[in-house]
């Protein structure tokens, strides 16, 4: 499928849920729009995986037959349905019973069967507790198909979903589908539901372009970026993953097999579920990531909770992009908690950033590279924000200050920066990149294009200085500045002056001086016949 035949999918999903959700706001009817996506996600895949499984013995059925050719084996063979599964658990990591099949789904809405809502309620839980191996409970909580948003009672909510159901469907039937387009067509999805959340899309969604900065500068080899991508990474944390677009950026970058273990954080829990649905959308095993449901700033993950150093997890990459300035209410313990201990403070209430950075800090390999979105804020401020910068600075933790474009975000129309940092730098300095003034401008929101992200990318990769673009700034000349790293002090943001070519400017001014004297010996003439004093 060309990328323009992606477009027109997106489009299509879009335009139907744009239709049919009515009074229902966007963010009710995204849940059951993605759900519905990722169902058809998963029993295509389970169906792919049977029929080669199978072989021979896989039922080929008669045209109009509306039965799916696995109820029809699960019909003939009931003494071997649970080898069968067992099988499939290994080579699939999952099962699901023919029921609860998309095909099935879509058929009893096309023929508006009056069981349909009790299907899909039983479909959901089969999923969350017996098709994977690992359980997946609560995958699909925020989905009530019992709301009254979707009619008043069980007749009316049986035939909207119908609706719903059908219109997908046959919006999918229209283009050649696999995992990869799906994954694709979900991203997308995820992209206009946030555009259309406004400022509550800051919860769980980065915007490609900046998610393909930060995916691919920690990628790049620690010590010596230009030298390009690791071979490998072994484990990889987002611990503000929203919908895990970020994650899946840098498997993208990587590779399937170029990442050992996906690990992410999400407090949401709506967006939690986004995230786990999209990891195995984009053809993810279960074994091969793990997202957790909980509050990162008060670490209530135990994998993470380990004191010992010599114990506790370590990531050969990691990025975020969290809440801007969130406030948060750290008690008087917090600040001998691991991660913070030893910056001189905790961060203040009014603003969590520096906290966020220093629990991706702390769990960063020696060798690793961590990218983390911010607010400007975190470059100059003052009080405890000032004592941790200065810290961080001071041992060699701060690599690159890339400063971005005012309105990138749904949620905000504040210039934001991507802070990077390493616990093993070979440079003495800090690159600062300023890449405010580089971008499309859009109606609703500024856009990066692919050349804005290539020069940022190669700017770091290469450690390049240009004009106003980009400045290794030496550590003694930060001490000088106070340890303050607003972009400006070292590369001008003013608008630059228009150059002056002076040989044009000379033969502009002799042009007009020669015709000021035509104009004039003209004027002469008519003064001197009317017998009139002439111009000197």
Request: proline content about 4%.
């Amino acid at each position: 499928m060309t990328e323009q035949d992606q477009k027109k999918l997106g489009d299509t999903l879009w335009g139907i849920a744009d239709d049919l959700r009515g009074a229902m706001n966007a963010d009710d009817f995204r849940d059951y729009m993605l759900s519905f996506l990722f169902l058809r996600y998963l029993s295509d895949n389970y169906e792919a995986a049977a029929q080669k499984e199978l072989g021979g013995d896989y039922p080929k059925l008669p045209e109009g037959d509306s039965r799916t050719p696995l109820a029809v084996w699960y019909a003939q063979n009931a003494a071997d349905v649970a080898d069968f599964e067992a099988q499939m658990r290994r080579k699939a990591h999952y099962v699901i019973a023919p029921d609860y099949l998309w095909r099935s789904i879509a058929e009893m809405a096309r023929i508006q069967h009056k069981e349909l809502l009790g299907t899909l309620v039983d479909a959901f839980k089969y999923i969350e507790n017996e098709s994977f191996q690992s359980t997946f409970a609560g995958l699909f909580s925020e989905i009530n198909l019992n709301s009254e948003k979707l009619g008043k009672t069980a007749t009316d909510r049986n035939a909207k979903l119908c609706v719903i159901i059908k219109k997908i469907a046959d919006g999918l039937a229209k283009f050649s589908t696999n995992s990869d387009i799906l994954g694709d067509a979900y991203e997308y999805l995820i992209g206009q539901f946030a555009a259309g959340s406004g400022k509550k899309a800051g919860e769980f969604y980065t915007p490609q372009p900046i998610s393909r900065i930060l995916s691919e500068i920690v990628t790049l080899d620690g010590q010596d970026p230009s030298s390009g991508p690791k071979h490998r990474l072994d484990k990889v944390l987002d611990f503000a993953c929203g919908s895990g677009s970020l994650l899946l950026n840098v498997r993208k970058n990587m590779g399937a097999h170029g990442i050992g273990k996906i690990y992410g954080q999400e407090k949401n829990i709506t967006t939690y579920n986004l995230a786990r649905m999209n990891m195995l959308l984009h053809g993810m095993k279960d074994t091969e990531f793990e997202i957790f449901h909980g509050d990162t700033l008060f670490n209530e993950w135990d994998e993470l909770r380990e004191a010992n150093p010599a114990k506790k997890l370590q990531f050969d990459a990691v990025v975020a992009n969290p809440p801007f300035s969130l406030r948060w209410e750290p008690g008087e313990a917090m600040a001998e908690d691991f991660r913070f201990k030893g910056y001189g403070g905790l961060a203040p209430k009014s603003a969590a950033d520096f906290a966020f950075l220093l629990h991706g800090f702390h769990f960063l390999a020696p060798e690793g590279t961590m990218a983390i979105i911010l607010p400007h804020g975190v470059l100059f401020r003052g009080g405890a924000e000032e004592r941790i910068r200065t810290k961080l600075l001071k041992d060699g933790h701060i690599d690159t200050v890339i400063g971005l474009p005012a309105n990138l975000f749904f949620s905000t129309g504040i210039p934001v920066c991507i802070l990077v940092l390493k616990k093993c730098k070979k440079p003495d300095d800090v690159l600062f990149i300023n890449a405010a003034e580089h971008f499309e401008k859009g109606k609703r929101q500024n856009r990066l294009l692919p050349e804005h992200i290539r020069k940022i990318v190669d700017a770091y990769k290469h450690r390049s200085e240009e004009a106003r673009y980009s400045l290794r700034v030496p550590m003694e000349r930060i001490e000088k500045e106070g340890f303050n790293l607003n972009i400006s002090r070292y590369i001008s943001t003013a608008p630059a002056e228009e150059a002056i070519d002076l040989q044009a400017l000379h033969r502009q001014m002799v042009g007009i001086e020669q015709e000021i004297t035509t104009a004039k010996d003209k004027h002469n003439e008519f003064l001197k016949e009317l017998g009139l004093p002439l111009l000197p």
